[in-house]
């Protein structure tokens, strides 16, 4: 029997769908916001207040009050993010959250400095002619002055999956009133900043340093950086962000972003992470770390039915997801092996129609792509339908770690995802590292002779770093669910960029909501 996935949905759908609603005679609309692309701070905002059964407000903002709505209302704070959070608070849009208001009070009070504030012009300091380039990322800055004077201090808010860390930092983002900031995954950030750096070294000594040059043209590009989700998570990051995040500071960014991770945290176990421990320092200097940790996950506060994951494969499966190809790209013609070019290679789409792209899992998570594949495969297409996703251990953590980053990227670009998989979204990674298993594995590989020596090869060591590594897996699986259950509902495709999804969808809504309407 065909399986459907019944998913959950609280983000916030934007101006378009409000248009399309209110033309409808639709109700107004759920609104967690976790993302800024949809986000847009308009007049007489309509939507659905969710009871707040199970949330409590037991964090006191200043200015604000310490009880909810009633202490919001009671505010005289009109602008910034305190006040554009009293705001929607009034009209429904969000649910009054105690510790949101906590981190709130926290951007409040950035926001605040920020009016004041005008940064000096770029550092122009040179780079050091004939110092080892790996040298210079690993080793002290050129100067001992980490930050301008008089430079606000920015956030680091850490915390759970879908507690509304995005939803803040976004609220703070688009009450700036400078044009000088910058809003970006920390994924694409770090794909911009490689391909900078590959750019300086082809028109410089390879003794030259490119991180001063690229951190002064970041820094007069935007002061304010806004990053979502930082994480490190392999040595060329590491290696980079050292030195960019010190010389970042010291021409007077202000970092503001979130994580799923505490500082002390990051790159955890990672290769030569002494070298990585400075920049760890810098950030909890240069940031205060503050936790939003309610233990409501936003994505999960309104159900939804909306079916767009399948399980189990079956032959009824596959034909579902054929049809769906079909009504995904309005029955356009379709092509095969599309040849998607970037950054000199090309990306082959095996099925392609009108914004429509199909792929199975082994093409996309077996084969060794790049988060920079999946970005730019968002960018060309608004729908991908994704078949066969097995259950996956920590013998397939390589393409876990591709389905994570391909998730990314469809969240952060809005795409509809439409999927087939062995098992429903909440069992598809285990996370398991059974060790017995694993020396089997090893013995297998290694021969007799070497079977012989495998409890002299196979170290104690070993055995954590896998089962930690497997903790790693999991905690990203975990926040690739929280989005993957956002993006499975009406509300997701209704404010999504395939139109002809997304009028569907209106429309079945329309239906639902008609017999409500006669009762009434």
């Known amino acids: 029997m065909l399986r459907r996935t019944t998913l959950l949905y609280s983000r916030h759908a934007g101006s378009s769908l409000r248009s399309a609603r209110a033309a409808a005679g639709q109700g107004p609309l759920h609104a967690i916001v976790t993302r800024p692309s949809c986000y847009k701070p308009q007049p007489q905002r309509r939507c659905i207040h969710t009871p707040p059964a199970k949330l409590t407000a037991s964090h006191a903002l200043p200015g604000i009050g310490t009880t909810g709505a009633e202490d919001l209302a009671s505010t005289s704070v009109e602008d910034g993010p305190i006040g554009e959070y009293k705001r929607l608070v009034q009209v429904g849009q969000f649910i009054d959250d105690g510790f949101q208001r906590l981190i709130v009070s926290r951007l409040d009070r950035l926001y605040r400095e920020l009016l004041d504030y005008t940064p000096a012009a770029p550092s122009d300091t040179k780079s050091l002619g004939g110092v080892g380039y790996l040298r210079k990322l690993f080793g002290r800055a050129a100067s001992d002055r980490e ?7 920015g956030l680091y808010i850490y915390g759970d999956v879908g507690t509304g860390k995005t939803t803040t930092m976004d609220l703070f983002y688009d009450t700036i009133p400078t044009p000088h900031k910058r809003r970006i995954h920390f994924h694409a950030f770090m794909l911009d900043v490689h391909s900078r750096i590959n750019t300086f070294k082809r028109t410089h000594r390879a003794t030259d340093d490119p991180v001063p040059t690229i951190a002064r043209e970041l820094a007069a590009r935007a002061y304010v950086l806004c990053f979502d989700e930082f994480q490190v998570t392999d040595i060329a990051d590491a290696m980079v962000l050292r030195r960019l995040v010190t ?4 021409n007077g960014v202000v970092v503001v972003t979130t994580s799923n991770r505490h ?3 990051l790159y955890k176990n990672g290769i030569q992470r002494e070298s990585f421990l400075p920049c760890i320092e810098l950030l909890k ?3 205060e770390v503050v936790s939003l940790d309610s ?31 079909g009504l995904a790209s309005g029955n356009a013609p379709v092509e095969r092996d599309v040849e998607v070019r970037f950054l000199g290679r090309a990306l082959v789409v095996p099925v392609a129609a009108n914004g429509v792209a199909r792929f199975s899992f082994a093409g996309l998570c077996r084969e060794a792509h790049s988060a920079a594949d999946y970005i730019e495969l968002a960018k060309h297409y608004h729908t991908l339908i994704l078949t066969d996703v097995p259950v996956m251990d920590m013998s397939n953590r390589n393409e876990a770690r591709r389905f994570i980053t391909l998730i990314d990227a469809l969240y952060e670009s809005h795409a509809v995802l439409i999927m087939s998989s062995e098992d429903d979204i909440y069992s598809l990674f285990t996370g398991k590292c059974e060790v017995d298993g694993f020396r089997a594995e090893t013995a297998k590989i290694a021969g007799p002779v070497e079977s012989a020596h495998l409890s002299e090869v196979v170290t104690e060591d070993r055995f954590n770093a896998l089962a930690y590594a497997g903790e790693e897996e999991v905690f990203a699986f975990q926040r690739a669910i929280s989005r993957l259950v ?17 009028e569907n969808a209106m429309r079945q809504e329309q239906s639902a909501d008609e017999p409500m309407r006669s009762a009434a």
């Open 147 to 153: 930050q301008m004077p008089d430079t606000p201090r």
């Open 247 to 250: 010389e970042l500071f010291r």
């Open 263 to 265: 500082p002390d945290e």
């Open 285 to 287: 200097r240069r940031c």
């Open 295 to 325: 233990g409501t996950d936003y994505r999960k506060i309104a159900r939804e039915t909306e079916t767009v994951y399948f399980s189990p494969i079956t032959a009824d499966t596959n034909k579902v997801l054929h049809a769906l190809v």
């Open 486 to 502: 956002e993006m499975s509902s009406r509300r997701w495709i209704i404010s999504g960029r395939n139109r002809i999804l997304a």
